[in-house]
Nanobody, 120 residues
Framework: QVQLVESGGGLVQDGGSLRLSCAAS????????MGWHRQAPGKQRELVAA???????NYSDSVKGRFTISRHNAKNTVYLQMNSLKPEDTAVYYC??????????????WGQGTQVTVSS
């Protein structure tokens, strides 16, 4: 199994930027894809960005062009650079990892979450 620890959340004004980090430890060789999800109050958790072990990325339409996911293999860390933040980006952001192509995120490993609040 893999342990994931997020950091970098906080309070930012509308239009501002934040960078989230997710440090992985444990059986990191077994990871296929890592992703950032978010959950706002009263809403379902949604996948906002993912990156495969080969570096392929994908994004939800709501963040495309504003958020960038990247990974630093030597540091076993995945980042989410968030620019042009909007109040609707306010949520708890979770890092997650899955161990095979097409595996369900619910069956993967999850971090504890970090709060991002965007004020208008």
């Amino acid at each position: 199994q893999v342990q994931l620890v997020e950091s970098g959340g906080g309070l930012v004004q509308d239009g501002g930027s934040l960078r989230l980090s997710c440090a992985a430890s444990g059986s990191i060789f077994s990871i296929n894809t890592m992703g950032w999800h978010r959950q706002a109050p009263g809403k379902q958790r949604e996948l906002v960005a993912a990156i495969t072990s080969g570096g392929t990325t994908n994004y939800s339409d709501s963040v495309k062009g504003r958020f960038t996911i990247s990974r630093h293999n030597a540091k076993n860390t995945v980042y989410l650079q968030m620019n042009s933040l909007k109040p609707e980006d306010t949520a708890v952001y979770y890092c997650a990892a899955i161990y095979g192509v097409g595996h369900a995120w619910a069956l993967g490993s999850w971090g504890q979450g970090t709060q991002v609040t965007v004020s208008s």
